[in-house]
Nanobody, 129 residues
Framework: QVQLVESGGGSVQAGGSLRLTCAVI???????MGWFRQAPGKEREGVAA???????SYADSVKGRFIISKGSAKNTVYLQMNSLNPEDTAMYYC????????????????????????WGQGTQVTVST
């Protein structure tokens, strides 16, 4: 059974940093992976994604501040979040899609919820002033 295990959320002051980790367990396949977030009263939005070939994509709101990268262990991904501000406060969800996303070649490297089959339970990130 495929499961996504997330860690690394917490509380931080504005300007600080956090690193989220997500691992896909229970499978030998290769996955494209991404992070989404949902703030209270708002729709869930894509934050960043990384495909099996290393192609990355970011939401405009996090470009230059967040970095998505693969871990040394298979199907592990990190989201390094720097220069956090209160608008980044949200529940962050990891997502995975077996055999990749096909990001390369897409207009603006767009990705969305429908690209992912598997989802984690979420980890809370709170940024205070």
């Amino acid at each position: 059974q495929v499961q996504l295990v997330e860690s690394g959320g917490g509380s931080v002051q504005a300007g600080g940093s956090l690193r989220l980790t997500c691992a896909v367990i229970g499978t030998y396949s290769t996955y494209g992976m991404g992070w989404f977030r949902q703030a209270p009263g708002k729709e869930r939005e894509g934050v960043a994604a990384i495909d099996t070939d290393g192609t990355t994509s970011y939401a405009d709101s996090v470009k230059g501040r967040f970095i998505i990268s693969k871990g040394s262990a298979k199907n592990t991904v990190y989201l390094q979040m720097n220069s956090l501000n209160p608008e980044d406060t949200a529940m962050y969800y990891c997502a995975a899609q077996e055999y990749g996303l096909g990001l390369n070649g897409r207009a603006r490297l767009h990705f969305g919820e429908s690209d992912f089959r598997y989802w984690g339970q979420g980890t809370q990130v709170t940024v205070s002033t």
